[in-house]
């Protein structure tokens, strides 16, 4: 049985930078990402730069399992975009894939933002991590772009799902 609780900025950090560092640090793993190439990826993350998010509005749910960190899942609301909302930072740590965990993590946010008014979902992920993306689409979102930024060494594939 699983829990899912908010994480507040003022609480303390350290489990959900601990799942954070574990489930990205193996796609920085095998991506050959490292500090100084992608340093905003998640599996370099400090407690301080993610209070600095959640001050900004960045809504995180840390999922608890017997007692530990398992998993994580991040929502924000679009500035720009009428009944838009952003998935971010779908973290399961490794030894607890392959259980449902992630979907779980999923339908919870997609529940939340339904509740909010929410009509539109969008996402961002490693264009090349081809695994990751099917996953996405065999949960409804399909691919919008795909576009290279400068400062990053990947391209970024946008995807988005209508709830």
Known sequence: MTQLQRI???????GAVAVLRSAHGTVAQQFGFTQETNPTNSAFIDAETLRGQLEKGIELYLMIEEGNAVGC???EESQTEVETFYIEKVSVVPDCRNRGLGVELMNFAASLIKERGGKHIGIALINEHEKLKAWYQRQGFREILVKEYPHLPFNVCFMSKEI
């Open 73 to 75: 899942i991040a929502i």
């Open 8 to 14: 507040l900025p003022d609480a303390d950090l350290s």
